[in-house]
């Protein structure tokens, strides 16, 4: 059924499917406050996903992906609903795409949704010293860059200690220089390794960003595993806080799509996401250390369990 999910995906019927999956996760105990303005002048809004009866919640900031060129907020329903279901809140924003802007306009966008999280989270019942980002694909990309290199959110009065941690899902990492076939991301971020660097999160891992959680299927054949193993390994090379799982043979809509009520037993990403975030919620006591001899490991979605709710 993932691998239909993913067909549809790629032949065109993304508002189908996503539909589909969004149907099946309403719950009555969330609130979700939809269409609010975080970047006037660029017209750009979020949507938040409030668990009931919180206070001093986690928030965690989801950037979809979509090849830095398409992509709403709404079709990620599914993502919120299901972490708010667990007591997470969820801010999801739009921001602006390729080819109307570049690597600026929309780390730009990103940063700034970031700031207003960080700006609202106590008015919300959430935790602004417990702010997570998160990703899919381009996504994480762009989630990765905010975690390490700290000038997208010094411009809006942030720094890398203001995130509690990266969770980035089949992200697009280490991929300089680019291939000449790789022709959009050249496009995108330049022709030259020079100018490339800059998109990169592998470029700014020094040891000053915050703990990181990669996830990737090895079946995904839009983005390869060896890239969230790169930066696992990097960061873990600095600091103790940083691991990749992989999940054989799951694909790369398939990771996602695990979010959701109906996919949920395909793969453990929703169990794995909340036992990062519980660990590293910075007012409560750590639950479940990092293992920092095991930065990278392979984890079975047939043997995980599935997360209800």
Not at 56 to 66: D, I, N
Not at 128 to 135: D, E, H, N, R
Not at 265 to 292: C, G, K, M, W, Y
Request: net charge negative.
């Amino acid at each position: 059924m993932l691998a239909a999910g993913a067909m549809l995906l790629l032949g065109g019927c993304r508002t189908m499917l996503f539909g589909a999956l969004n149907s099946t996760d309403q719950h009555k105990d969330i609130q979700v406050e939809r269409s609010l303005p975080y970047a006037p002048a660029q017209h750009l809004s979020l949507d938040v996903y409030l668990p009931a009866h919180v206070q001093h919640a986690p928030v965690v900031v989801f950037f979809y992906g979509g090849d830095w060129t398409h992509g709403k907020r709404e079709w990620y329903r599914f993502v919120g609903t299901a972490l708010a279901a667990k007591g997470v809140i969820v801010v999801i924003p739009d921001y602006r795409k390729y080819p109307h802007v570049g690597l600026d306009g929309f780390m730009q966008d990103a940063a700034h949704a970031v700031a207003w999280a960080h700006q609202h989270a106590a008015s919300l019942g959430g935790d602004p010293q417990s702010l997570f980002v998160m990703g899919h694909s381009s996504g994480a990309q762009i989630a990765g860059l905010l975690a390490t290199d700290p000038s997208w959110l010094a411009a809006d009065g942030l720094s890398l200690h203001d995130l509690a941690g990266f969770v980035g899902l089949a992200g697009v990492y280490d991929f300089v220089p680019l291939p000449k076939k790789e022709a959009d991301m050249r496009h995108l971020f330049g022709t030259q390794a020079s100018e490339q660097r800059r998109a990169d999160p592998m470029t700014f891992v020094r040891g000053n960003d915050p703990p990181m959680l990669l996830l990737q299927g090895t079946a995904d054949r839009e983005v390869r595993a060896a890239g969230s193993v790169a930066l696992a390994r990097k960061a873990h090379a600095v600091h103790d806080d940083a691991e990749a799982r992989l999940y054989p043979g799951i694909g790369h809509m398939d990771l996602l799509l695990a979010l959701s009520r109906p996919m949920r037993h395909h793969a453990p990403t929703l169990s794995d996401v909340l036992a990062f975030i519980r660990a590293h919620e910075r007012n409560t006591p750590p639950r479940v250390a990092s293992q920092s001899t095991m930065h990278v490991n392979t984890v079975n979605p047939m043997e995980a369990g599935d997360v209800g709710g």
